[in-house]
């Protein structure tokens, strides 16, 4: 059983769309963080939220943490090609410094 | 050259080779840490080094063996693996290691173990 479930697994979408991903837990983090993974590369951090009921905003995607900090959601709008890659989250206790990692959502935006 | 190298980017083995993975961080942090990524499977923190000192083995298997010479580079040496080990290993750096740092990942070292 996975700690933190991303859905969906898998999703392919025409350009200009909107999407929306999830990351969800029954645990309670101290904070959750967004990376995107391109084809041949390494994660790279999108965002860190910490706040319950927080929302960030960069460019065309939100990030919200849910307000038990058990949950968080990526919208993006008006997707476009180079959006495509695979979104971590990774969620972290205060108990224990280590990150707990999500399986993925592979994101394909079609021209 | 910046952020975190990794070498080499393909890497194909037999059971009875060995080999070693190398990363190198040009961005002074002081945290060094090896993962496994597998298909459609959450990351799995393999090791963690702070300082050069290892902080964390999360019970990984004797024939992966870290060694962190100074804080800037991190090499993960292999032999006898088994063809469950084929898998992308990334290296990653933090200023320090905490929870809420900021991880760099390098490019990843693609492995194929036959």
């Known amino acids: 059983t996975q700690l933190l479930e991303q859905s969906p697994q898998f999703l392919s979408i025409q350009e200009g769309e909107n999407l929306t991903v999830y990351c969800n837990s029954s645990s309670v983090f101290s904070s959750l963080q967004w990376y995107r993974q391109e084809p041949g590369e390494g994660p790279v951090l999108l965002v860190t939220v910490v706040t319950g009921g927080e929302v960030k905003k960069l460019k065309r995607l939100t990030f919200q943490f849910g307000d038990a900090r058990k949950d968080s959601s990526l919208h993006i709008t008006a997707a476009q090609p180079g959006d495509t890659g695979l979104y971590l989250c990774a969620g972290a206790w205060d108990s224990n410094y280590q990150l707990i990692w999500g399986a993925g959502t592979k994101l394909i935006i079609k021209p | 050259e910046t952020g975190v190298t990794q070498t080499p980017r393909h890497l194909v083995m037999g059971m009875t080779n060995k080999k070693s993975l190398k990363c190198e961080q040009h961005?002074?942090?002081?945290?060094m840490y090896w993962y496994k990524q597998s298909a459609k499977k959450p990351l799995e923190l393999m090791f963690v080094y702070n300082f050069k000192e290892q902080t964390e083995n999360n019970s990984v298997p004797s024939r992966f063996s870290p060694e962190c010479p100074n804080s800037s580079h991190l090499f993960l040496h292999l032999h006898t693996l088994q063809p469950e080990d084929s898998a992308l290993y990334l290296c990653?750096?933090?200023?320090?290691?905490?929870?809420?740092?900021?991880?760099?990942f390098g490019s990843g070292t693609q492995l194929s173990v036959l």
């Open positions: 990653a750096s933090s200023q320090d290691p905490g929870w809420a740092e900021k991880l760099f």
């Open positions: 961005l002074g942090h002081n945290a």
